[in-house]
């Protein structure tokens, strides 16, 4: 309960300066409300406090001014001037921090609260709610404008501009783990679900989440998008499967079974019109109609939770994998509905067709992949990976990290868009890529180094293991201030669900894996929340490309000066299109291809996008083209590289191209027939004055 004020420079007969006087743990306030202005004094006596005079009491006359400047903070003594109170009932204060170029006080509290005091007058300028839960963080930007706050047990960042009185960026992500994950077709909007019920959609690109989901009451257990439009499917343990429309961003379709059951896995036929589920308590597959919502069938034979369900690329055959230690193959367009069982060395946790359909992909709990003929109904091979993602040690393992490979397996398995490999997942901090021809390990990552999470270090502090077992794996949330952090409302021996259960650390591990349809990324949901890996250098973390003096007054200044291409990449951050469009054409035909060469691959796309869009309405036929042609020169390896995320920006260049073909070959074919007119009119005219001899 005191704040104490220390000097990174040796200086002699220095003391620590000590700041008491409050009730309770310093931060930059303290939480009980209470802000303490300190100013320097001098007492007459080194036992009398009582005397305070706003002078800096140095260590001895001779020093230079300059030393005086330097070190005064550190020998001045301090008192309290004046003492403020934030009177705010039935709450304290969680974080704070000080802009001193606008003498603001940011506070954030318990209750979600935040305010804004300017200080030393303490004069109060804004207060505003902004969360359900504590904000545990805050920060200020340099010139003061904006505020960011940082709410943990929700996941929730906010920047908030507070002039204004306006949201700059509002991010949450899951407040629980992250269960699975899906890639659209064009690889650009990945859809995620969670212990918390929630579905949420993100872009690929920036990293932000722009939709959410919350119609489900329970964990989210699978996502699949529809091979064919817009549609979004999920299972969770609420005993529902739910449709959701990407257009309009609503549940428009509800699946339920006959009597409650919990779904823990989930198959979309390809073309969009049944969507199956695999129950975790009764043993069976539900398969439903898109269209009319109805149950259709139900398959029976496991005799255990029905693990992993996929469709074949064809959608004539549905896999299943169960925890029963097999896996079966199900006609479920035709008339009968039976299969054969395939046996597997263990329980059976995830499974994948290839993307040809000819094979199947399962991992099991032994840490093993087989591979399975589908024609033929039997494993044609083996990959062992048990050793491959061994490695990290547990508070409580009495083992190496080495030698204590029994915990590992695989619970998420995936092929390449090309079906040469396969990616897995699963209990361990690694997830590895095999190839499928030779059976050897490709690749592996590690998906974090986090040492807050269980299960990151090769070896453990022998210092911290104790006959009763090592002192991180005791729980000791009850030692902490505050009476909400100490209170746990969980069952005991709860694992999942509550970031408050009885496990002190949290395992670090992969719960699902994803590769792309483009195949350039694939992206994992782990305990560190959603990873996204990319052959592309573009696809990075870049939410805001924006600064407080890109505005489009300097944008044109910066045009008018005649440097072109500077001015064309801040018009494209701000992504104004009259700005846009203004910069393009005041670029001179000369500098195009110089312009097209230097500019930076990220705004490439964006560029051509624009160009396309621009040949529809404008006028400036052979200016376009010249850019067309200059981008594809100067960054077509590049583009070709990535041919599958620019589809759409080719095709809408080749409808662009392809209207100035039909509309020059148009004018070409009337002149054409204009100048036949005009040179058949002048040889009928010379016929009819050939006898006075004049020429037209």
Not at 605 to 629: G, K, N, T, Y
């Amino acid at each position: 309960m005191t704040a104490r004020l220390y000097t990174l420079d040796p200086l002699e007969g220095f003391k620590p300066k000590s700041f008491g006087g409050h009730r309770d743990v310093i931060y930059t306030v303290s939480r009980d409300g209470a802000v303490f202005t300190w100013n320097a004094k001098k007492t007459t006596a080194d036992d009398d406090s009582d005397v305070e005079m706003d002078v800096l009491d140095l260590p001895s006359t001779s020093a230079s001014a300059a030393t005086v400047a330097e070190f005064a903070p550190a020998y001045t003594r301090w008192g309290i001037t004046t003492r403020h109170f934030f009177n705010q009932a039935n709450t304290k204060v969680a974080c704070a921090t000080f802009h001193p170029g606008t003498s603001l006080l940011i506070v954030g509290f318990s209750t979600g609260v935040f305010g804004l005091w300017e200080m030393p007058d303490f004069t109060p300028v804004h207060t505003l709610s902004i969360s359900n839960e504590k904000i545990s963080s805050v920060a200020v930007s340099a010139s003061g404008e904006w505020l960011a706050f940082g709410a943990s047990k929700l996941g929730q960042l906010l920047v908030w501009e507070w002039q204004s009185e306006s949201y700059v960026l509002k991010q949450q992500g899951h407040y629980f783990d992250m269960n699975t994950l899906a890639f659209s077709q064009d690889g650009q909007n990945i859809a995620t679900g969670g212990e918390d019920g929630k579905v949420k959609l993100w872009n690929a690109s920036s990293g932000f989440c722009y939709v959410t989901f919350p119609e489900h009451t329970a964990s989210i257990s699978s996502v699949e998008f529809a091979k064919q439009g817009q549609v979004l499917f999920s299972a969770s343990l609420d005993g529902t499967v739910r449709a959701f429309d990407l257009i309009r961003y609503r549940n428009f379709r509800t699946f339920t079974s006959p009597t409650p059951v919990q779904f823990c896995s989930l198959a979309v036929d390809p073309s969009g019109e049944v969507v199956c589920a695999g129950s975790l308590d009764t043993f069976e597959i539900y398969m439903w109609s898109v269209q009319t919502g109805k149950l259709l069938d139900i398959l029976s034979g496991h005799t255990a939770p029905v693990s992993g369900l996929s469709f074949s690329p064809s959608g004539d055959q549905l896999a299943s994998s169960s925890w029963d230690r097999s896996v079966r193959l199900w006609g479920v367009f035709g008339r009968s509905r039976e299969s054969e069982p395939i046996t597997v060395s263990s329980e059976a946790t995830a499974l994948a067709f290839r993307p040809d359909g000819k094979e199947l992909a399962v991992t099991t709990l032994d840490g093993q992949i087989s591979f399975v003929d589908v024609a033929e109904g039997e494993i044609k091979s083996v990959i062992e990976g048990r050793r491959d993602i061994s490695g990290g040690r547990k508070a409580e393992d009495r083992m190496s990290a080495a030698n204590n490979a029994a915990s590992k397996y695989f619970n998420s398995v995936c092929w390449t868009a090309d079906g040469s490999c396969v990616i897995a997942g699963g209990s361990s901090k690694y997830v590895v890529i095999y190839d499928r021809a030779d059976g050897v390990m490709v690749k592996k990552f590690q998906i974090s180094e986090n040492l807050s999470l269980d299960g990151t270090q090769e070896m453990l502090d022998s210092r911290r293991l104790t006959e009763a077992g090592s002192l991180d794996a005791l729980d000791d949330n009850g030692d902490a201030s505050d009476l909400e952090d100490r209170l746990d409302n969980t069952l005991p021996g709860a694992q999942k669900g509550d970031l408050s259960k009885r496990k002190y650390k949290r395992d670090a591990r992969t719960n699902c894996v994803r590769f792309s349809a483009t195949g350039r990324s694939w992206a994992a949901a782990s305990t560190e929340g959603l990873l996204l890996y990319s052959l592309d250098e573009s696809t990075t973390f870049d939410p805001i490309d924006l600064s407080l003096d890109l505005t489009p007054e300097s944008t044109l200044e910066t045009l008018a000066k005649g440097e072109h291409l500077i001015a064309l990449v801040m018009a494209l951050r701000l992504n104004e299109k009259p700005l846009i469009q203004r910069v393009y054409e005041s670029i001179p035909a000369a500098e195009v291809r110089l312009v097209a060469r230097q500019l930076p691959q990220v705004y490439v796309q964006r560029l051509l996008s624009f160009i396309a869009e621009h040949a529809e309405s404008s006028p400036h036929v052979e200016f376009d083209l010249v850019w067309v042609a200059a981008m594809l020169t100067s960054h077509g390896r590049w583009l070709k590289e990535r041919k599958a995320e620019n589809a759409s920006v080719f095709r809408a260049l080749q409808k662009s191209v392809q209207a100035w073909e039909s509309s020059v070959a148009k004018l070409c074919n009337d002149n054409t027939f204009t100048l036949s007119y005009l040179i058949s009119q002048s040889k009928r005219a010379e016929t009819t004055n050939g006898d006075s001899g004049i020429v037209y």
